[in-house]
């Protein structure tokens, strides 16, 4: 008894100490979209590819612009050498230091320079067709974020439109369950007092069971439609939301199908973004062929220059020969040094040209590459309009025959209702079978869960044709 209350007391701390789990959000429509367009990882990507394509502008435009450098030079060297000739050194030049006989000198050398150099380029066939490609990618890149947001507000609408759905699926199979409870006790009270039959208990538990599963469902799928709206929403794991409006129809759409259409295909961002794509790859074909078309760069560079040459080693012998009896008699060495100092400027102009002659099919290449990617977006752009129309006529006539679906649902609702209660009378009096009830049974949860598929359909279709034409 002891170690069954301590276990239970270690249960109970064990479960106080969990987190709290995040009360529901419930949330309209409105402000599902007011969070999620704000929240929209989507429409972040789509901004920040943007701010890309800006940047691209900028380097396009810089080459119009010259460019000026600060360009610096300095150097140190030692030479020793005996033959006094120094030549092909980088950092000293060609010297000649008169040395006799075995001399040797030391040469270090210091050199010092620091300029201004300023270059243009005076033509250039490929920057301007390069600064139209990347402005027409910029504008892509703006239509593109139109469009971003027309899809992340449909994608919300559609999520919170199937979290609306679940939601109110689930008070059908609760009545369901109500009404199965009631003819299950039915059932067994008339099996008690002798006037039923032990089939008639079994069907009810059956029907009983199976509404108690799709209740279940139900609610499994509400949680699924809650956290792929919690996704879009951007909010912590944790977080569970409901919708706090009922499954109601909006208002009906106000343009007929040929409008919707005209609406869809003249005013759509989708289709502006291949625009200027084509637009760009168009620009690139220009850029590939002024790569094989002359330069002209001008130049303009000057400088101060410093250099200081010493010799701290200069040693010189000489001889003389043939002395008579001694031979060649040698002479005191010479030993010295020097030093020299000085400073230079210059400055320049330079006109460079530049013509291209062969580039081993480069240029041609890339212009065929750019040329493909042209008519590309030609077949895409009507590939798209095909699509865009497609949708909107899938969509508007689901928005029309949803409506008749609507008022054909909520007549099997009304009807199915008072055939339940018939049923029920008729079963409780003896002078029906149980069969005939829980059909009954059956179509009102078929015509209650049609009647709320119904509403959903009609409000996703309208949201769809929001979506295609861009209107409210």
Do not use: C
């Not at 409506?403 to 029906?432: C, N, P």
Request: hydrophobic content about 45%; glycine content about 8%.
């Amino acid at each position: 008894m002891l170690r069954r209350r301590f276990l239970v007391s270690l249960l109970l701390a064990a479960v106080a100490a969990l987190p709290a789990r995040a009360e529901p959000l419930a949330l309209s429509l409105e402000q599902a979209l007011e969070r999620g367009m704000e929240a929209s990882l989507a429409l972040k990507q789509t901004d920040a590819h943007k701010a890309g394509t800006a940047a691209d502008v900028g380097i396009s435009r810089s080459l119009f612009l010259p460019k000026l450098d600060v360009v610096g030079l300095g150097s140190w060297a030692q030479v020793g050498s005996s033959i006094g000739f120094i030549s092909n050194l980088p950092t000293i030049g060609d010297l000649n230091v008169n040395l006799r006989g075995d001399g040797y000198a030391v040469i270090q050398n210091s050199f010092g320079n620091i300029g201004l150099a300023l270059s243009y380029p005076l033509i250039n066939f490929e920057r301007g067709p390069l600064l139209a490609a990347a402005q027409a990618l910029d504008q892509a890149a703006d239509v593109r974020v139109q469009e971003q947001r027309r899809q992340s507000r449909f994608a919300i609408t559609n999520a919170y439109l199937n979290l609306q759905l679940t939601e109110a699926l689930i008070p059908v199979w609760q009545r369901s369950i109500a009404l199965s409870t009631t003819l299950l006790k039915d059932a067994e009270a008339l099996l008690d007092g002798g006037l039923g039959a032990r089939i008639d208990v079994f069907r009810a538990q059956a029907l009983l069971a199976s509404d108690q599963s799709g209740l279940s469902a139900a609610r499994s799928e509400q949680a699924i439609a809650a956290s792929a709206l919690a996704r879009l929403l951007d909010l912590p794991a944790e977080q569970t939301l409901e919708a706090s409006a009922p499954l109601l129809a909006a208002a009906p759409w106000p343009l007929d199908l040929q409008a919707s259409v005209e609406a869809a295909t003249s005013n759509r961002p989708a289709l502006d973004v291949i625009r200027q794509e084509r637009a760009a790859a168009e620009a690139k074909v220009r850029a590939a062929r002024g790569t094989m078309l002359p330069r002209v760069g001008l130049l303009v560079g000057g400088g101060i220059n410093g250099d200081n040459l010493s010799l701290p080693v200069l040693n010189g012998s000489n001889s003389i020969g043939n002395v008579p009896v001694a031979g060649e008699v040698s002479l005191p060495g010479v030993s010295s040094s020097g030093s020299a100092s000085g400073s230079f400027y210059d400055y320049g102009v330079l006109l460079t040209l530049r013509q291209p002659l062969f580039d081993g099919g480069l240029s041609a290449q890339s212009a065929a590459l750019a040329e493909s990617q042209v008519q590309e977006q030609r077949l895409l752009l009507k590939q798209r309009e095909q699509v865009i129309i497609l949708a909107v006529e899938s969509f508007w006539h689901t928005h029309r025959s949803a409506a008749e679906t609507m008022q054909a649902s909520r007549k099997a609702v009304v009807a199915s209702e008072e055939a339940v209660r018939d049923a029920q009378l008729r079963y409780r009096a003896g002078i029906a079978p149980v069969t005939e009830l829980l059909l009954a049974q059956r179509d009102l949860q078929a015509a209650r869960s049609a009647e709320a598929t119904a509403i959903q359909q009609w409000n996703l279709s309208r949201a769809g044709l929001e979506l295609e034409t861009g209107q409210r």
